[in-house]
């Protein structure tokens, strides 16, 4: 799995907005590496907006609303806590029965249903998200109060 996370390149500037705050700027990521806080963020407060460069084309989805948070889960299967991609099934299997596909779950050993006929992997994205375990990368950790005597 490439850890590496590409550069988002600017997003396009509306230029029928004059509002200056609505021109892209660039948002510090939690740590480096880190595929889901948004590189690209425009407006304020509760119209504020993350750029998904994910998607092709890419698109703003609303913060405040979490639209953003839940299209990165969902949709491309980045975890909130890692940062990084959600880990793929151990094993898949074809079921006849139910005419889907099952992923094997590393950390349940689950067999969970991935493809059906009205949905794709969103649906391993959903259980990852319930179950998967993953370690907090360092400087995303909260920093303890050192008392000095």
């Not at 396009?12 to 948002?27: F, G, L, S």
């Not at 084309?57 to 639209?67: E, F, H, R």
């Amino acid at each position: 799995m490439d850890d590496d996370v590409s550069e988002t390149s600017e997003p396009p500037v509306d230029p029928n907005d004059p509002r200056p705050y609505a021109r892209p700027r660039r948002q510090k990521l939690r740590f480096p590496g880190d595929m889901y806080t948004p590189q690209w963020v425009k407006y304020s407060g509760h119209a504020k907006e993350g750029y998904c460069g994910s998607c092709k084309p890419g698109k703003w989805l609303q913060l405040k609303n979490s639209a953003y948070w839940y299209h990165k889960q969902i949709f491309h299967g980045i975890s909130p806590v890692s940062g990084k991609m959600f880990v793929p099934p151990v094993e898949t299997r074809k079921s006849d029965a139910d005419d889907c596909t099952e992923g094997l779950c590393h950390q349940c050993c689950q067999w969970i249903p991935i493809i059906t006929k009205k949905k794709n992997s969103m649906l391993w994205f959903r259980h990852a998200y319930k179950c998967h375990i993953y370690i907090k990368p360092k400087s995303y950790l909260p920093k303890k109060n050192v008392k000095k005597n």
